[in-house]
């Protein structure tokens, strides 16, 4: 689907909705639920790679310098904070 | 020129395994205890002996019937199941997902009371407690319709401009246990009207799609909204489909059918096998001079809602026989349905709703009779209830 799907009219919907084209959740941003974010302290960062490994979303990537940062598909649920052996990754509030 | 064909004396269940052999069904799932009918135990003995090429898969249940016809026809099958009273409430949840999907699956619904009290009788509680799944719902009324709609169904539920699931609803016991004399179709005539199912999608490597995605609050509507269209616009194709069934067999079918309404200021309604008795009602009062009629919804979904306008009109009083109950509420689902789609109009009927033959309490002629003096007396006292519930004692 060319068209952002929260513009597309029912007369533009397939038989049965039926999606023809792959990459439809990647064009949807979970991130724009979350209420709090990640934010690593790089200082006490060891590049493990834990928080890239129990996030359920593939919400992290691993940056070009080894560290990991969040993407836009993060919901904010906080579980790389709580297993990050380090304790280098906080929840931060979202902003208005 | 109508093809030849022979009558032969069947229980109208075998002959509707018949017609689904005839079809060509490529793929069947049903749970094969109680409270299923012989049409699947039928095709399950077509399949084992060779006498139908076809996937029979037996289930645990009735949800998973569906779910497993639902597999089946993703995969690009012609599919096929059968059902009954709490068969189809065990089933409810997968319906919609089958309709809104656009599966062109063939049900065929033994049409039996649910439970509570325990009943297996006849009555329609269990397809109108499933009246909103979003499938092409068909009432018959006698062994043969049920044969030649069971044949019918399949090319309506796969013509591109339709593809819905469609059901066939046929009375429990009255219809499915009874041995009529019907006119049978060959395979090749059969194999002329209704050709190989080439589905609109499928699950293939070669072509890959995603089915059954979810929407968010910002997409839903519109996909209701395409189903709601898809069904509606049902109708022109299944009249086109029917009158070419005609034209095969002399056997034509209407949205909407009339039995001597001709100037009837009287006119009773309803669905299924109970029609055959109210004809011979009709009959009576005729006779004695009564200006009655009879009209039968055969289509029960898409409604048809013109012919039924049409039928109803120069009718001053309408006498609706529902065989289920919305408890509570203010009318049959019948009734219900006849008064919206009368209500628009400034010139209207009065239309006063009986439920009759509940869990297979027999109706007999005389009823009628006593239906429509008893809608007379009520119009000229005005009506005491929403609805009646007819012959209860106390």
Redesign the interface.
């Known amino acids: 689907m060319s068209k952002a799907?929260?513009q597309?009219?029912?007369?533009e919907?397939?038989?049965?909705?039926?999606?023809?084209e792959?990459g439809?959740a990647r064009a949807?941003n979970t991130g724009d639920w979350r209420s709090q974010h990640p934010v690593w302290t790089k200082k006490r960062c060891i590049k493990c790679g834990i928080c890239w490994t129990v996030c359920p979303e593939s919400g992290i990537s691993e940056e070009p310098d080894g560290y990991f940062d969040m993407n836009t598909y993060c919901k904010g649920c906080g579980i790389c904070a709580r297993e990050c052996v380090t304790g280098c990754i906080s929840m931060v509030p979202e902003e208005e | 020129m109508a093809a030849k064909a022979h009558r032969e004396g069947m229980e109208v269940s075998i002959a509707v395994s018949h017609a689904v052999q005839l079809a060509r069904a490529e793929a069947i799932a049903a749970y094969p205890i109680t409270p299923q009918t012989h049409i699947v135990e039928h095709l399950s003995s077509m399949v084992a002996n060779g006498d139908l090429e076809a996937e029979f898969v037996n289930v645990e249940s009735e949800h998973s019937a569906m779910s497993a016809c639902i597999g089946m026809s993703a995969a690009g099958a012609r599919t096929y199941t059968a059902t009954s009273s709490q068969g189809l409430a065990l089933m409810n949840e997968i319906l919609f997902i089958t309709s809104a999907m656009r599966f062109p699956i063939v049900m065929t619904v033994a049409n039996r009371a649910l439970s509570g009290p325990l009943s297996i009788w006849n009555d329609h509680s269990d397809i109108m407690a499933a009246r909103d799944i979003g499938w092409i719902q068909v009432f018959v009324e006698n062994g043969q319709e049920a044969f030649d709609h069971s044949i019918m169904a399949f090319k309506i539920a796969e013509d591109y401009r339709v593809i819905l699931p469609t059901i066939v609803n046929m009375d429990g016991f009255i219809l499915t246990h009874v041995v009529e004399a019907l006119e049978m179709l060959d395979q090749k005539t059969v194999d002329k009207f209704l050709p190989e199912y080439h589905p609109r999608f499928s699950l293939d490597p070669k072509r890959p799609v995603t089915m059954g995605a979810f929407a968010m609050p910002e997409l839903f509507t519109e996909c209701k909204m395409a189903h709601q269209v898809a069904l509606t616009d049902a109708h022109g194709p299944i009249l086109e489909i029917w009158k070419e069934w005609g034209k095969l067999t002399g056997r034509r079918y209407k949205p909407v059918e009339t039995y001597r309404t001709e100037g009837a200021k009287v006119i009773i309604m309803m669905m299924g096998s109970l029609a055959q008795v109210a004809e011979v009602a009709v009959d009576a009062m005729r006779d004695q001079g009564i200006p009655v009629g009879l009209v039968k919804i055969r289509l029960w979904r898409p409604f048809p809602f013109a012919e039924l306008r049409a039928a109803l009109a120069g009718a001053e009083l309408v006498v609706v026989c529902d065989r289920a109950l919305s408890l509570g509420g203010a009318a049959g689902p019948v009734l219900a349905e006849v008064r919206s789609a009368m209500y628009p109009l400034a010139a209207k009927p009065h239309i006063l709703g009986y439920t009759v033959g509940l869990g297979g309490r027999d109706v007999q002629p005389e009823v009628f009779e006593d239906l429509v003096q008893l809608a007379q007396a009520e119009v000229k006292q005005g009506p005491s209830q929403e609805f009646y519930i007819y012959g209860v004692r106390g």
């Open positions: 799907w929260d597309v009219t029912w007369q919907i397939e038989v049965g909705g039926v999606l023809t792959p439809s949807y």
